[in-house]
């Protein structure tokens, strides 16, 4: 008895196993660093003084400037770039603005000073950090004309509300295949987007013809709470290709 159910329960097991193993290694999350970065600040409470997601600092009565500043636009006045947003969260000040007495009384005057991270988190989490910043902070900027046009149409088509400014963000989708809005940086592009032709159905019907016709990912596409919407209403002629351009430019930058 126990040798005819043997070779069967054997085959099970196995083909169970690499069942598992195949569906941890598709379904294995990519999450970019400023995601990473995004989820790590709700933790530790960046989004108290500086707003939701760091984009309207609380006010900071006392301070003549009367809020915390923001990582959008005000990062500008207190960062020349990567590495002082890496100082400000080390340790809550930079060196150059240690060494002015105005900004010495100023951070005095305030109820809300910013906290050093340094001994808290780790370098790794510190770099996830400043990518987060940068991204909120609409970095890297690009020159070029038909870069910069398909820049602006990420925010005036709402396109950065689901993938995040620069596309960087991985928000979470429940239900979705892998749990977040696959970000334009990063490997996930790759397995959804395998041409131009593909990135054209994408933003035109709110889906490749590639997924279309695999039933797997259409039930997860149908079951997620965010969908892609379909654009091809909304478009001028040209914006396709502006899109295009700024977000090939966007995963060139990531990868220098
Ligand atoms: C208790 C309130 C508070 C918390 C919590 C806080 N900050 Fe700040 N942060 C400030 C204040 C106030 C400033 C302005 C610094 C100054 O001029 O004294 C600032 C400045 C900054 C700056 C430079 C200015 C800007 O907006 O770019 C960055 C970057 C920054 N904080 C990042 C963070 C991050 C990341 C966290 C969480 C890990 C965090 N902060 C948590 C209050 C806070
Ligand atoms: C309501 C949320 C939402 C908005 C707004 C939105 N998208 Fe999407 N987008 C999605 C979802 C969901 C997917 C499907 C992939 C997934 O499940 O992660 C997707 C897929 C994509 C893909 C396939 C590759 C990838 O990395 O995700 C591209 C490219 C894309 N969107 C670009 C855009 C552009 C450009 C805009 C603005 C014109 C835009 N999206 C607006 C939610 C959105």
């Not at 019907?205 to 909304?234: T, W």
Request: one cysteine or more; glycine letters at 10%.
């Amino acid at each position: 008895m126990v040798s005819r159910f043997r070779v069967p329960l054997i085959a099970f097991v196995i083909i169970c196993g690499a069942g598992l193993l195949l569906w941890l290694g598709i379904t294995r999350p990519h999450l970019t660093s400023a995601e990473r970065g995004r989820r790590l600040a709700e933790r530790e409470g960046c989004f108290a003084c500086h707003g939701s997601e760091g984009t309207g600092g609380t006010a900071n009565f006392g301070r003549s400037d009367g809020t915390v500043p923001n990582f959008k636009d005000d990062v500008m006045m207190f960062a020349h770039g990567p590495e002082d947003i890496r100082e400000w969260i080390t340790n809550g000040k930079t060196e150059a603005k240690a060494k002015s007495l105005t900004w010495q009384e100023e951070r005095e005057k305030g109820v809300l000073k910013m906290p050093a991270f340094g001994k808290r988190l780790s370098q790794s989490e510190i770099n996830d950090l400043v990518s987060f910043v940068m991204v909120t902070s609409g970095r890297p900027q690009p020159e070029d004309s038909l870069i910069s046009k398909g820049l602006r149409l990420t925010g005036s088509l709402g396109c950065i509300g689901c993938h995040g400014p620069g596309g960087a963000l991985a928000r979470p989708n429940p239900k979705s295949f892998k749990g977040y809005v696959a970000p334009w940086i990063g490997p996930d592009f790759e397995d959804l987007v395998r041409n131009r032709d593909e990135f054209n159905q994408w933003i035109e019907n709110g889906v490749s013809d590639r997924m279309k016709s695999n039933i797997f990912a259409r039930y997860f596409l149908k079951r997620a709470v965010l969908h892609m919407p379909e654009y091809k209403n909304q478009l001028q002629p040209g914006d396709l290709d502006a899109l295009w351009a700024y977000i090939t430019w966007r995963r060139a930058q990531e990868k220098q």
